[in-house]
C-alpha cells in the first residue's frame, strides 16, 4: 500500500519510542521497545543514541538500564523529536525541487503546501502528553 505522506523510519522510530516513553513513565529498554513496536532493535538503538545527543532523552547502563525521557512528556514536542533526527524542518515549494516550475505555476502547490503547514502545526503544536490524554479518553 502506498503512502501520500512518507516520513523517514528513524523519525516513525522516535516518534513511537518516545510515545513509549510517556506513557510509561519509567525506562525502558531498547531490546523492550523494539519488541513492543516489533521493529529493528539495531535501528531503535540508533534512534535513540541520537536522541540522547540532543538532549530528549537520558541513557542508562547495566541491570535495569533503559530510556527514560529527559524532560516531562508536556515539555517535548513532536517537532524536537523530528528535529533532532531530520534537521530543521523546512517547506518544499516543489516535489522536483525545481528552482522554476516548468508550467508556470505549480498545479499542487496549495494542497501541497496546505499538508505541510497543518502538519508543522501539528508537529510545533503537540506535545508527548497528548499520548497520556488519548488513552484517558478511551
Known amino acids: 500500500m502506498s503512502h501520500l505522506l512518507r516520513l523517514s523510519e528513524a523519525v516513525s ?7 513509549l516513553l510517556a506513557r510509561g513513565g519509567e525506562r525502558i529498554s531498547v531490546k523492550d ?15 535513540f543514541q541520537q536522541l540522547v545527543k540532543k538532549g530528549l532523552v537520558i541513557s542508562h ?3 535495569g538500564g533503559g530510556f527514560e525521557l529527559a524532560r516531562k512528556p508536556e515539555e517535548i514536542r513532536f517537532l524536537e523529536i523530528y528535529e533532532a533526527l531530520e534537521g530543521p524542518l523546512e517547506a518544499r515549494a516543489c516535489l522536483l525541487n525545481c528552482a522554476e516550475c516548468p508550467f ?21 503544536e503537540t506535545t508527548l502528553d497528548v499520548i497520556g490524554k488519548k488513552e484517558r479518553e478511551s
Do not use: D
Request: proline share 4%; aromatic share 6%.
Open 61 to 63: 547502563r547495566g541491570p
Open 104 to 124: 508556470g505555476t505549480c498545479f499542487l502547490g496549495e494542497p501541497l503546501r496546505s499538508m505541510e503547514v497543518q502538519l508543522a502545526s501539528f508537529l510545533r
Open 13 to 19: 522510530l522516535g516518534f513511537h519510542g518516545m510515545a
Open 33 to 47: 521497545m523494539a519488541k513492543i513496536l516489533e521493529v529493528s532493535e539495531a535501528h531503535l538503538a540508533k534512534v
